[in-house]
């Protein structure tokens, strides 16, 4: 079993920026694909950026590249989310998610494993 707990969330103006982390419990990180989503009100949640195992292979969705990065530290068990030039669309509530497949996709009934999920809201 994994567990996945995130921090980081919080309230920045428009054009600021956050970091998450997302640190997972046992022992099979270094087999785990990381990825971001993000669920707004009135929307469906969706991918924000996904990081493989092995050669860190990554993918953002179009409406984050270039100002997010997704990074991780297979000795510490986190994946980071570094979020830059914030817009207030970018308010959402960002949920950690992990598979054990070599491979980052949107389709959110493929994840396993679920953070709680941590608030950001960018104010313009």
């Known amino acids: 079993q994994v567990q996945l707990i995130e921090s980081g969330g919080g309230l920045v103006q428009a054009g600021g920026l956050l970091r998450f982390s997302c640190a997972a419990s046992?022992?099979?990180?270094?087999?785990?694909?990381m990825s971001w989503f993000r669920h707004a009100p009135g929307k469906e949640r969706g991918l924000v950026a996904g990081i493989t195992w092995g050669v860190a292979r990554t993918t953002y969705a179009d409406s984050v590249k270039g100002r997010l990065t997704i990074s991780r530290d297979n000795a510490k068990n986190t994946v980071y989310l570094q979020m830059n030039s914030l817009k207030p669309e970018d308010t959402a509530v960002y949920y950690c998610?992990?598979?054990?497949?070599?491979?980052?996709?949107?389709?959110?009934?493929?994840?396993?494993?679920w953070g709680q999920g941590t608030q950001v809201t960018v104010s313009s």
């Open positions: 998610a992990a598979r054990l497949v070599f491979a980052v996709t949107s389709n959110t009934a493929s994840y396993t494993y």
């Open positions: 046992g022992r099979v990180f270094n087999s785990l694909t």
